[in-house]
C-alpha cells in the first residue's frame, strides 16, 4: 500500500534515495575512468547492450505509437548518453560536469512551459536564472575555463533529457522497465555503430583496457541503468517526483568528493560558490514544482464532481 502524498518519507524509502544517490555519484566518476580508456560512444554502446540483456524480457507488445515513442527514446537513449560520455571524455574536472548534469531540472520545467504550456511560478523562473548563473560563474574561473566545452556538452545532454522527461508525458501508460529497455534496444546498436564507424582503435582499446575498466563499464549497465532505475522508478510509483528530486540533487556533491580524491579536481572559492548556486537554483525549481503539484491535487480535490 502507497503512502499518502504529504506523508514524511519512510526509512527504505531514505535508504533508496541514499543507493541512487552514491550509485549515481560513482558512475559519474565511473564514466571518467572508463573514457580515459576506451572511445566514449564504445562505452555508451557497451553499457546499454548489458543493461538490453539484462532488461530483454521487458520487450513484450504493446508498444505506444512509434511517432510518440520513436523522439523520447532518441532523446533519453544515443543522443543523451552520447553527449554525456563525449563529455566525460573531454573534462578534466568532473565535479564542472557533474554540475551541469542536474541542469535537466530546470530545463524540464523550461520545456514543460514551451511544449506542454505548463504555467512557471516566479520562484521557478528565479531558480532557472539563478542555476544557469552560478553554471557560467564557475565556468569562466581560470582553471575552469579549459572545460567550458565539456559544461556545454553537458548542457546538450541535460537538454535531451529535460525535452525527453517532457515527452514522455504524451505517451500512453508504459511501465518504466520496458520503457528502460526500448531506449537500450535502440542505443545500444546506434552507439555501437557510431564507435565503429568513427572512432579509431576500438578494438585495440578494448583489448589492452583492464578488468577495472570493464567492470566500471559493468556498473553504468547493470547498478545504474538498471538498479538505481529500477529504485527510482518505485520511489516515483509511491511519491511525487518533486518529493524525492530535491534530495536526489547531492549526486555533484558524490561526483565531487570523488573527483577531489581520485581524479585531482582543483577547487577553489569560484567554483564552490557557483556550483552551490547552480545547485540552489536547481533546488528552488525542483521545490516550486513540488509547490505547484500540490495546489493543482488540492485544487483538483476542490472542484466539484
Known sequence: MSPSP????????????????????????AAKFATEVLPPFFVGGVRFLIA????????RPPLPPLRQLA??????????????????????????????????VPLTALFAWLVLGERMGKSALAGVALAFAGSAWMTIDPRATADMTAVAVGLGASACWALGTVLIRRLPPIR?????????????????????????GVVEAAKSASVWVWLSV????VVSTVGASALLFWLVQRRETGRVTPYLLVTPLVTAVLGVSFFGDELNARIVTGALASMAGVVIVALSEVRRARLAREAASASPV
Open 218 to 221: 559493468g556498473f553504468a549497465g
Open 71 to 104: 523522439p523520447v527514446i532518441l532523446l533519453c537513449g544515443p543522443l543523451h548518453f552520447a553527449l554525456i560520455y563525449v563529455g566525460f571524455d573531454l573534462v578534466h574536472n568532473i565535479t564542472l560536469l557533474g554540475v551541469s548534469l542536474q541542469l535537466w
Open 6 to 29: 504529504e506523508s514524511r518519507l519512510q526509512p527504505l524509502e531514505w535508504a533508496a534515495i541514499a543507493v541512487i544517490v552514491v550509485t549515481w555519484g560513482v558512475n559519474n566518476a
Open 52 to 59: 538490453l540483456i539484462m532488461l530483454a524480457p521487458f520487450l
Open 176 to 200: 518504466p522497465l520496458k520503457l528502460q529497455a526500448l531506449i537500450s534496444l535502440v542505443a545500444a546498436p546506434t552507439l555501437l555503430a557510431a564507435s565503429f564507424t568513427t572512432e579509431p
